[in-house]
């Protein structure tokens, strides 16, 4: 009898599609599990549990953390970071996820944040090093202020700190490297990539419309944590939404 080949058991983190001439690669950085019914508000419990049945999830749902890559043919563009390699975690998997999908970290020249959470900038730069070398990093001004803004770290719950110290200690590094570049208004950063402004998950917070050939695509970041309830109750949002009104006008 041959002896049994191990089942490797966990899908590949990656996936990809094209979208008119443009190459899409979805990146994961892994999941979390959230007890939706926890953290979503404005809507009850109960139609929280019943809308996540109907599409056969759990009241905890394991979340995913994505990041995505586009290849336009003449630039590299990574739409956020994932959380950046950390030991014992369950997260922090983009790098090795894009090394898998076929490039390397030095061929992207583009990243595009949607906000300025640990789990979208985080990977930005490992161990005081850029972890995307030839990249220059575009983040919305108004996202830039709110987290880079001493005064905010200094005003901030003693809880709130270690996220806007973090964003500072990252952003410091990524200045030094003359990597960072803001932007208001919605004129496209790149051929087809356009930012379109989604507050409420965070003031800046930033989608990305990326169209090629007539064919779109929307990278819209956190407005969206559980689209079995949000899409069809909007007004559910989330505790960490920054401005729960505003987040839900957005979506
Ligand atoms: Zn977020």
Do not use: C
Not at 46 to 65: G, H, M
Not at 82 to 109: F, I
Not at 234 to 248: G, H, K, R, Y
């Amino acid at each position: 009898m041959a002896e049994a080949t191990t089942q490797v058991k966990t899908q590949p983190g990656h996936y990809r599609q094209l979208l008119g001439q443009y190459e899409i690669t979805a990146l994961s950085d892994g999941t979390n599990a959230m007890p939706m019914d926890k953290l979503l508000t404005h809507t009850d419990p109960n139609t929280i549990r019943q809308l996540l049945a109907e599409k056969s999830l759990s009241p905890t749902v394991e979340t995913s953390i994505n990041a995505f890559l586009i290849n336009t043919g003449k630039n590299l563009v990574l739409i956020d970071t994932g959380n950046g390699t950390q030991a014992n975690s369950n997260v922090g998997k983009v790098q090795k996820n894009l090394l898998a999908s076929g490039y390397r970290p030095e061929q992207v020249d583009t990243i595009l944040m949607t906000h300025l959470h640990g789990d979208h900038f985080g990977g930005l730069v490992q161990n005081g090093k850029l972890s995307y070398p030839n990249a220059t990093v575009y983040v919305s001004q108004k996202e830039y202020d709110f987290w880079l803004d001493p005064q905010h770290l200094a005003q901030a719950a003693p809880e709130r700190k270690p996220a806007f110290q973090r964003v500072q200690d990252v952003f410091k590094i990524l200045a030094a490297a003359n990597k960072v570049k803001t932007f208001s208004g919605d004129a496209p950063l790149l051929p087809g990539i356009t930012p379109v402004f989604a507050p409420g998950h965070t003031p800046g917070h930033t989608a990305y419309s990326i169209v090629s050939d007539g064919n779109k695509l929307l990278a819209w970041g956190d407005i969206v944590h559980a689209e079995a309830v949000q899409m069809p109750i909007p007004e559910t949002t989330i505790s960490f939404d920054s401005d729960m009104d505003q987040a839900t006008k957005t979506r």
